[in-house]
């Protein structure tokens, strides 16, 4: 087996074009991972600047009512994932910074995509679509006439009659062909692994290398495979192609199409609509003849005994606001629970393509180990709700039990109070947390793995080095 590893890699090295082309896309594939390195961190430390700089101005607000502050409001900044140079996933049109305030659940703006020249949108050169698109085609092109090649000089009659049998030299040759996929992913993830030190990090690293290193396997040994059982190289790489043109174009495509209308997600304006309708229903805290107000006014004189609500020692606007924000939190919670299960199935009937389809298995588990896939996303959308809440009910509570009465919109607080509201930290999940949202694609890649091995292992012999 060794021996057929060194007789494959001392062919492509005689091969002096072979030489050329690999040590140009050698180049181009450092220069483009380090170029996501830099752009990842220029943006990652843009957005710590801003970041500072609008806690900065919240903590010397001046002093001002705690429910105009709350609709004055912060920010969520959405962390720049140190892998998003590798695998940007859906960070590039989701958006990374949303408006937290009052009585209102903003959307996620400012998309790469959104503020990138219209010549950009077309898409930008990123170390996932070297490892996923052109490495696979160079893999391919190895490996889809190899086998024939050798049946064509009478090398391959020589080798079996010499006693190797043949399942082992396609092994041995896919295994020549899958080191040189390997040797280029691993040398973009040693220069990943010098822009970081987190721990997390490289676990996550560690299990891209595995997700990549067996969809280079699958290719090689169907690339062989065809290659052995062919007997011209057009037809081999034809096959070759075609499969991988539907894996990569085709299949994606289709499924998702399906998967949208078996499981749709409602339109924003309809979500908006929803939203607003059923928000309707509940107590208004900024109108005084609520009818939903007057009831929440009575229990609350009736639990501290008082006629009127100038008697509370409490300020009953801040009820009020806090009331309406718990109100609208259940009314979010709802529809935006609804589409996050949505979510979850659409992503599940996708990741069963992988049956048919290694590469959407591949697609998935790399933004999903990078970081960068929906569920990473809206982990982040829903820690920056779950902070939005704290940070009103924060000013809310202030309002209601710091000292003043209700009616008094003059009483304010001074930037001592603001300071002492928490900062937003988001942390990404820790990828084994959330490794169960990828074990279909793991077991998808892994049957494929299987497959390639079986179809090599039983090949014909005697038909197939004739």
Known sequence: MIDIIINEWTKFLRNSVFVY?????????????????????????????VEDEVREQWDNLEPMN????????????????????????????TGNVIKLEGHVQNEILFSEASQSLSISKFGKL??????????????????????????????????????????????????????????????TIIIQIFSTSSFESLNRLILIIISYSLYYYILAGLALYFSSIFKNNTTSLSIVMCLWIVWTIFIPKLWGNTVEKVYPLPSRQVFKDNMKEERSKGIDGHNPYDKRRDILKEKFLNQYNVDSLSQLPLNFDGIVMQADEEYGNQIWDKYFGKNYHILEKQKKLFQISGIVN?????????????????????????????????????????????????????????SLYF?????????????????????????????????VNSLIFFINRKKNIL
């Open 21 to 49: 082309l690999n040590v140009f896309f050698i180049f181009s594939l450092i220069f483009v991972v380090y170029l996501g390195i830099l752009q990842n961190n220029s943006q990652e430390t843009n957005r710590k600047i």
């Open 66 to 93: 705690p429910h105009s502050a709350a609709h004055y409001g912060s920010y969520a900044f959405k962390p720049m994932n140190l892998l998003n140079g590798l695998d940007g996933g859906v960070n590039d049109i």
């Open 126 to 187: 990123k170390s996932s679509i070297l490892l996923q698109i052109i490495i696979p085609l160079i893999i391919i092109f190895l490996g889809y006439s190899s086998i024939i090649n050798d049946k064509k000089t009478g090398v391959l009659k020589l080798l079996v009659v010499e006693g190797l049998m043949l399942r082992k030299i396609i092994f041995g040759k896919s295994l020549s062909i899958w080191l040189y996929g390997l040797l280029l992913l691993f040398l």
């Open 358 to 414: 290694p590469f959407s298995s591949l697609q998935s588990l790399s933004m999903g180990f990078a970081g960068t896939d929906m569920m990473h996303h809206l982990d982040f959308l829903k820690s920056a709700e779950d902070y939005r809440r704290y940070f009103i009910k924060e000013l809310n509570d202030q309002h209601a039990y710091g000292g003043s009465k209700t009616g008094d919109w003059k009483w304010t607080v001074d």
């Open 419 to 451: 300071r002492s509201v928490k900062k937003y930290d988001y942390k990404s999940a820790k990828i084994f947390d959330k490794i169960n949202y990828y074990s279909i694609d793991i077991i998808c890649l892994l049957l494929w793995f299987v497959a």
